[in-house]
């Protein structure tokens, strides 16, 4: 079993910058594929960043390019989402998920089916950009 519990969301101004963080416990092992994901109100969870434990390569949605970066400290078991130059449609509840990818799809490309059944995901935490 395995646990992600997300920390380091809250209100930032327009241009601002936030860091969240997940702390994955339990069978870390099981799990080597990390995605940040939000979900604003009234739409669809979107994928914001993933990063193959792996080999750590990471990929980014289009819209936070350039923006935001996701990290991992393994020792810590931790993975980061540092947020710069947010924008107000940078708006939601992130959640993290982490699952097994065997086949190296492990990208913002991976289909969401992919996590909405093989992964395992935190509680989220709320992020607020105002102007």
């Known amino acids: 079993q395995v646990e992600l519990v997300e920390s380091g969301g809250g209100s930032a101004l327009r241009g601002g910058s936030l860091r969240l963080s997940c702390r994955v416990s339990g069978d870390t092992h099981s799990s080597n594929c990390f995605g940040w994901f939000r979900q604003a109100p009234g739409k669809e969870r979107e994928g914001v960043a993933v990063?193959?434990?792996?080999?750590?390569?990471?990929s980014y949605a289009d819209s936070v390019k350039g923006r935001f970066t996701v990290t991992q400290d393994n020792a810590k078991n931790t993975i980061y989402l540092q947020m710069n130059s947010l924008k107000s449609e940078d708006t939601g509840t992130y959640y993290c998920?982490?699952?097994?990818?065997?086949?190296?799809?492990?990208?913002?490309?991976?289909?969401?089916?992919?996590?909405?059944?093989?992964?395992?995901w935190g509680q989220g935490t709320q992020v607020t950009v105002s102007s």
């Open positions: 998920a982490s699952r097994f990818e065997g086949k190296r799809d492990c990208s913002i490309e991976s289909p969401m089916v992919l996590w909405t059944y093989l992964a395992h």
């Open positions: 990063l193959f434990g792996r080999d750590s390569t990471t």
